[in-house]
């Protein structure tokens, strides 16, 4: 059974703290995804990472970075937070790049609250 | 770049009727997955399109890529109060990255 796990459900944070929030997927997936989820706008890509130290931008990757220095472990930073950055994350992983993509298996995701 | 549109955004039913979210990209699609996210959960795989017309059932699911590999619909006969979430739609095009549709909410009313 695939399992994706992010370090925290809840997170608050204050304006211009440095924030990590982590992923691990535990199925030896090549890619990794990272999304923020917003009322109305359903799921935006942030970061994706199809192998280990490569990475590549989304549809908003403004004002986040990502890493991934093993295969299991994809981690979101928000350099300085703001608080339109105040959302839900959810991390995603799957099997190699397709087309067709295989599917993604979804963490269950991290409440970000910043003030 | 790709866009995909989902409709409608929210859906209210009475237990019982039948319900149907429908997915129009702006471009010609390799693949087209759908995905239920349940209230307070995260999005799970539902089914994966692949061939033309192709049409898939899954129980009470139907799903249908259409001729042109532009658009897609899920429709669900008979729904339950088990049905209520999101649904959304991600489809791929030429990049091997998928773009999700913004979701159709059904809520399903006893």
């Known amino acids: 059974d695939v399992k994706v796990t992010q370090s925290s459900r809840y997170l608050v944070k204050r304006t211009g703290e440095k924030v990590f929030l982590e992923c691990v997927q535990d199925m030896d997936h090549e890619n990794m995804f990272w999304y923020r989820q917003d009322p109305g706008l359903g799921l935006r890509l942030i970061y994706f990472?199809?192998?280990?130290?490569?990475?590549e931008k989304g549809d908003i990757p403004e004002g986040y970075s990502v890493s991934r220095e093993k295969k299991e472990r994809f981690s979101l930073i928000l350099e300085s937070a703001s608080t339109n950055q105040t959302s839900m994350y959810l991390c995603?992983?799957?099997?190699?790049?397709?087309?067709?993509?295989?599917?993604?298996?979804f963490g269950p995701g991290t409440r970000l609250t910043v003030t | 770049g790709q866009q995909v549109m989902q409709i409608p955004q929210y859906q209210h039913v009475q237990e019982g009727e039948d319900f149907t979210t429908y997915c129009n990209s702006s471009t010609t699609l390799s693949n087209i997955q759908w995905y239920k996210q349940r209230p307070g959960g995260h999005p799970v795989f539902l089914i994966q399109l692949v061939k033309s017309g192709e049409v898939k059932k899954q129980k009470r699911l139907t799903f249908q890529f259409g001729e042109a590999k532009k658009n897609s619909s899920l429709h669900i006969t008979a729904t339950q109060t088990t049905d209520v979430g999101t649904y959304f739609c991600?489809?791929?095009?030429?990049?091997?990255?998928?773009?999700f549709g913004r979701g159709t909410s059904l809520i399903v009313h006893p």
């Open positions: 990472s199809y192998d280990v130290k490569m990475k």
């Open positions: 995603a992983s799957s099997h190699d790049r397709g087309p067709p993509q295989y599917e993604q298996y």
């Open positions: 991600a489809g791929q095009g030429g990049s091997y990255i998928p773009t």
